[in-house]
Each structure stands twice: as C-alpha cells, then as structure tokens.
C-alpha cells in the first residue's frame, strides 16, 4: 500500500487536435509553456499552477505507436499522482496487487532563458484494462526546476491549482476500491452519489451519473456510450472576477452563479470546467 497521494498532474487528451486545443485553452484565459515534443513521439503544452499543472497531449495523425492517445476519447483521460521514486511505487503497487506497468523513463527538450535543457521524468502506469476510466499513473519528476518556472505560473483567469477532477461512473464501487487497495480503505470516503479520494490539496470524486447531472448540468460532457469516464475539473482560482474578465476576451460563454463559474464541456474540448475562488 503506497502512502498518501498527491496531485502531479491531469491530462486532456486532443486526439491529433493539439493547434485547436492549444487556440482553445488560451482563449480559457491559461498561459501555456512552447509545444513540447516527448521522446516517445507525443506533443504537448502546460499550464503550470502553484503544485501541480495541467497537461494537453496529442500524436500526429499518422503515429501509430500512441494508439491511448489517438484511439482515446477527446477530454480529460489522464489523473497522474505524484512520486519521488517510480521504482519504490512500482513494487508498492505490486505488493498491494495492483496490476501495474514498468517504470519507464521519459524525456523532451525545453527551451528556457538558460537556454535549452531536457526535462526527465519516470512514469509508473497502472496495466491497461485494469479500470476503464482513462489512464492513472505516477510521475517522477527528475528535472523539476524546467517544469514549474514562475514565468509560466501566471494565467488570466487566475487559476492557482486543481481542486478537483470528477469522474462519472455508474457503479463507483469498484474505482473507490481500487483506490483503497492502491491507498487503503481510510483514503477513500463516501459522499452523496459515490466516493471520494482525497489527493494531496485535491481529491477525486467518483460519483453516479444523476450527481453529475445535479452538480453540472447541460454542461457535462456526453457520456457516448462510456458507462466509466473522467468529465470535469474543479480549478481554483484567486478571483472569479479574474476568470469572468479572461472568458469574455476570449469570446467563452459561460455560466456564472454566486459562488462558481461552470464553463461547458462544449467550450473545453469535452471536459467541464468549474472555477472556484
């Protein structure tokens, strides 16, 4: 059993869309980092918050050897916890009976003012097929000053972090308990409609698709068949003033209660967006 989880990161996966995706996440007000290129042939931008950062990936249309990220549904399809050794959460995870891939070691060029450097990070990936939501797995990051620069922490609608990453399913029982074997039992705790992990300063709500609907509305992404999938992300942020100013200069309609601002799953390539101050 591995210790308590941390929030590294989250995914949205683009398909081959990474221009359209890129156009759409600045026009959400986010400050991306330059396109990066990763030495097992994938493309991304960032956006850095205080401890954790949220990821766009994509392959080339051709790229036969990324078929989890051509073949994968457009949204949120990655939850990455963090690690300071792959290797230690490797057998952790096979001690706990999780089924569990290699470390594999990864890499891609960064240009910063010192000019360019190679950002290094070793994954541990949960087997596929062992849950049907997307891809969970762990990040070591070996280079961490190339990734969470100051210069790239700063957004318009000022989003400081994730708070939360809900994913719909229709019997959450078996997510939460794959969460208590990874984490045990006492990580995992009910809520109104499923279950919650709590990640670091985050947490990952696993709830039944009539809560998804009571707490997002119109704005959830469709299910398309998926009885399992991850739909939406809670970011907080220093203002909701600051995100109301960023949607409206990039033309993003969005929906504003006292104490949120819910961006549809339409606008944000599949994934609902709640902004929280």
Not at 19 to 39: A, C, K, V
Not at 226 to 235: G, Y
């Amino acid at each position: 059993m591995l210790t308590i989880p941390t929030l590294d990161h989250v995914v949205v996966n683009l398909r081959d869309q990474i221009d359209d995706g890129q156009e759409t996440y600045r026009r959400l007000g986010f400050t991306l980092t330059p396109r990066g290129f990763h030495s097992a042939g994938s493309m991304n931008h960032l956006a850095i918050f205080g401890t954790d950062y949220l990821e766009l990936i994509a392959a080339r249309p051709d790229d036969s050897q990324l078929p989890e990220i051509l073949r994968a549904p457009i949204g949120l399809n990655g939850l990455v916890f963090g690690t300071e050794n792959a290797s230690v959460t490797y057998a952790e995870l096979l001690d706990g009976g999780v089924s569990v891939e290699p470390p594999l070691k990864l890499s891609r060029p960064v240009e910063v003012s010192e000019g360019q450097r190679e950002a290094e990070f070793r994954t541990v990936q949960l087997s596929p097929g062992t849950t049907s939501i997307g891809r969970i797995y762990f990040c070591q990051h070996l280079t961490r000053d190339l990734i969470w620069r100051d210069e790239w922490r700063h957004h318009a609608n000022g989003t400081i972090g994730v708070a939360r990453a809900v994913i719909v399913a229709s019997a959450p029982t078996a997510i939460g308990a794959l969460f208590a074997r990874m984490f045990g039992a006492d990580a995992v705790r009910p809520i109104v409609g499923g279950f919650s992990l709590a990640v670091g300063l985050s947490r990952f709500d696993i709830i039944v698709p009539a809560e998804l609907a009571r707490q997002f509305g119109d704005a959830a992404p469709a299910p398309e068949g998926r009885k399992e999938f991850m739909a939406a992300l809670t970011l907080r942020t220093r203002s909701l003033d600051h995100v109301v100013s960023a949607l409206a200069a990039g033309s993003v309609n969005a929906v504003r209660e006292p104490d949120r601002i819910l961006v549809p799953a339409a606008a944000a390539f599949a994934i609902a967006l709640e902004f929280r101050a």
